[in-house]
């Protein structure tokens, strides 16, 4: 998962990120409007915990902005401001959930992650591809019920393949995708064949069928055979 904290109490920001971050999630931020609107052009994201008053701009606008870019991403609106017309108008606007300042960081968890269910996984806390069974939260795999031993990445990499199927994903989008911004700092994205190579060596040798195809000079797509 990965998620952005558009927020400019940087206590906050940085309580959720360490929260988060604990609990497997990949978290960036951004603490002010430009930054906030910067980061939604050039990435996508499971989730965005948007604060609506920022120093320098208003959080329903970059609302507004991630629905006029036709955004999937999953929007929580975080607020002091604890007014029904608020909280109505962060639903007309798109925001797929609301949560009054100050809020405890185990009740903001499960709701993104409730949210990233219903958005992605169709509310189920498991994922059935054929012989594959993840659990999402536990991140386990099993394939024919035999438990895999894969990393964090390769968990994550796995995730993103089967959520994205039969589309064809560049290596840089899943460079993004595990690495968030650092992927632009990045010389190359050869670790991503890395993880590629591993991931389907450990399916394979479950008895997994080959899903994981390479798309020659465009990426990898995940494909029923």
């Not at 927020?7 to 609990?23: T, V």
């Not at 430009?34 to 329903?60: Q, R, T, W």
């Amino acid at each position: 998962m990965k998620i952005l904290i558009i927020e400019d109490e940087l206590q906050i920001a940085q309580s959720i990120k360490n929260y988060f971050r604990s609990n497997g999630i990949q978290c960036e931020t951004a603490e002010t409007y430009e930054l906030a609107l910067n980061k939604i052009d050039s990435y996508d994201y499971d989730c965005v915990l948007l604060d609506l008053m920022l120093p320098d701009g208003d959080g329903f606008d970059i609302l507004r902005e991630l629905k006029r870019k036709n955004k999937t991403d999953g929007v929580i609106a975080i607020s002091a401001k604890e007014t029904l017309e608020t909280r109505l108008e962060g639903f007309n606007l798109g925001a797929d959930d609301f949560l009054t300042k100050p809020f405890h960081l185990s009740e903001l968890l499960v709701r993104m992650q409730a949210l990233i269910r219903r958005k992605n996984f169709k509310g189920s806390n498991s994922i059935t591809f054929n012989e594959i069974v993840i659990d999402i939260f536990s991140k386990s795999v099993t394939v024919n019920n035999i438990k895999l031993d894969l990393t964090k990445k390769e968990i994550d990499l796995l995730l993103f393949l089967i959520s994205n199927e039969n589309k064809v994903l560049s290596k840089g989008a899943i460079a993004e995708h595990l690495s968030g911004d650092m992927a632009d700092m990045l010389d190359n994205h050869d670790f991503i064949y890395a993880h590629i190579k591993n991931l389907k060596k450990k399916l394979h040798q479950a008895g997994s069928g080959d899903y994981i195809k390479t798309v020659y000079g465009l990426g990898y797509k995940w494909e029923n055979e």
